[in-house]
């Protein structure tokens, strides 16, 4: 039995359909995409604590753009934000 790919409607490989029983797409198709993450620094003194935000690659680019600064201030520069929504 052939299953195909929901989204490109090529054949998924057996070998994908074993391993993970009841996939919809193929390799090419799958949602797994590449994430970025920034890392913030909360808190004062000995309460402070550092929380990690992951988000996809297109939203990281949308947000920073191509090239970083390490001077960004979060959440205040993401305010600034011209759609001001934010999908993390």
Known sequence: MTVQ???CKEAIP???LKALPGVTTCVSCSSSKMKRSITVTKGE???TYN???I???EVY???FGKETSSTFN???D???NDQNQVPF
Do not use: K, T
Request: hydrophobic residues 30%; negative net charge.
């Open 61 to 63: 680019e949308h947000i």
């Open 45 to 47: 003194g000995e309460d």
């Open 78 to 80: 993401l305010e600034d």
């Open 14 to 16: 057996e070998g994908r």
């Open 5 to 7: 790919c929901v989204r």
């Open 74 to 76: 979060f959440p205040e």
């Open 51 to 53: 929380d990690l935000i």
């Open 55 to 57: 988000m996809d690659h």
